[in-house]
């Protein structure tokens, strides 16, 4: 079965920068492409980045491009969601998933448990 174990969530200031890890276990992780996907207060899950299974190709919500890089290391089986320059509007659940590489929620198979990220202006 495969899990997903996140870590790295805290309190920043704005401006500051926080890196989140997503331990993968039971497949490699170049199994699957790879998502980040947040959830503020009241809001649906949105989408955040994506990594192509063979991490060729990345692709950003419009809200964090410039400001969040998305890699993975596959020795390690974990990716990362490196998030600088972060706003209050950044404040959510962050949740990592592997599946498809897409946009939509849905076309993921597995997700963490989320990880909480609060930005304070």
């Known amino acids: 079965q495969v899990q997903l174990v996140e870590s790295g969530g805290g309190l920043v200031q704005a401006g500051g920068s926080l890196t989140l890890s997503c331990a993968v276990s039971?497949?490699?992780?170049?199994?699957?492409?790879t998502g980040w996907f947040r959830q503020a207060p009241g809001k649906e899950r949105q989408f955040v980045a994506a990594?192509?299974?063979?991490?060729?190709?990345?692709f950003y919500a419009e809200s964090v491009k410039g400001r969040f890089t998305a890699s993975r290391d596959t020795a390690k089986n974990t990716k990362y969601l490196q998030m600088n320059s972060l706003k209050p509007e950044d404040t959510a659940v962050y949740y990592c998933?592997?599946?498809?590489?897409?946009?939509?929620?849905?076309?993921?198979?597995?997700w963490g448990q989320g990880t909480r990220v609060t930005v304070s202006s």
């Open positions: 990594v192509s299974r063979g991490s060729s190709s990345t």
């Open positions: 998933a592997v599946g498809t590489y897409a946009t939509r929620s849905r076309d993921y198979d597995y």
């Open positions: 039971g497949r490699t992780l170049s199994s699957y492409a």
